[in-house]
């Protein structure tokens, strides 16, 4: 079935550490989207890509980093630049200039200790 | 710059009642585009509804139902006659896609829905 894969579901890291959210889709999207969603705020967009080996930074990009290697894959670090990085992490893709439709995935919980 | 606000933040009601969820956005552009999503406890945003600037025409599908207003910038939503399996969290959002040529989307602060049997 077609859709988008995030993982790992949860995930525990240290302070201090960094982290590496996977998000792979097999929709032929040349869109990808990471947004970070926490409790009573909704949705805020970390980074976007529109193609392969081009990215951009959303609304909240500081302490965060992202590749863009290939079509299908958009992995997320958080670093231990990230102040407050306790979060849930959501992937989205979509067809580029579309009318904007997103399909994400099950998203990644993060919890800093 | 764009901005969708939800006021209300978490709605409960007793299953077959209505409820209607408001949605106001505020954006300069004369081309957007409107959405809602249905986030359910798995965490999965499920896209609903997308509505562009330029068709304001009202719909029913099944138990739900839009009301788009330009006049008041707002895009409500309805579910008739609830369920327990309605119960999640609903988030409006808005596009300036066709200007910018990329779908970035500004999500609402999301309504939680609880349905109680």
């Known amino acids: 079935d077609g859709g988008i894969t995030q993982s790992p579901k949860y995930l525990f890291r240290k302070e201090g550490q960094n982290v590496t959210l996977s998000c792979e889709q097999n929709?032929?999207?040349?869109?990808m989207y990471w947004y970070r969603q926490d409790p009573g705020q909704g949705l805020r967009l970390i980074y976007y890509s529109q193609i392969v080996n081009d990215f951009q930074k959303g609304d909240i990009a500081e302490g965060y980093s992202v590749s863009r290697e290939k079509k299908e894959s958009f992995p997320l670090t958080v670093t231990s630049a990230q102040k407050n990085p306790t979060a849930f992490y959501l992937c989205?893709?979509?067809?580029?200039?579309?009318?904007?439709?997103?399909?994400f995935g099950e998203g990644s919980r993060l919890t800093v200790l | 710059a764009q901005k969708v606000t939800q006021a209300q933040t978490e709605i409960s009601v007793v299953e077959k009642e209505d409820v209607t969820l408001d949605c106001v956005y505020e954006?300069?552009?004369?081309?957007?585009?409107l959405f809602w999503y249905k986030q359910p406890p798995s965490g999965e945003l499920v896209f609903l509804i997308r509505r562009n600037s330029f068709d304001e025409q009202n719909e029913i599908s099944g138990r739900y139902s839009w009301n788009f207003q330009k006049s008041t910038s707002s895009f409500n939503f309805t579910i008739t006659a609830s369920q327990v399996v309605d119960s999640a969290v609903y988030f409006c959002a808005l596009s300036e896609a066709a200007r910018e040529g990329n779908n970035r989307l500004a999500f609402g602060k999301g309504n939680q829905v609880v349905v109680i049997p």
């Open positions: 929709l032929n999207h040349d869109a």
């Open positions: 989205a893709s979509s067809i580029s200039g579309g009318t904007g439709e997103l399909f």
């Open positions: 954006t300069r552009d004369t081309t957007y585009y």
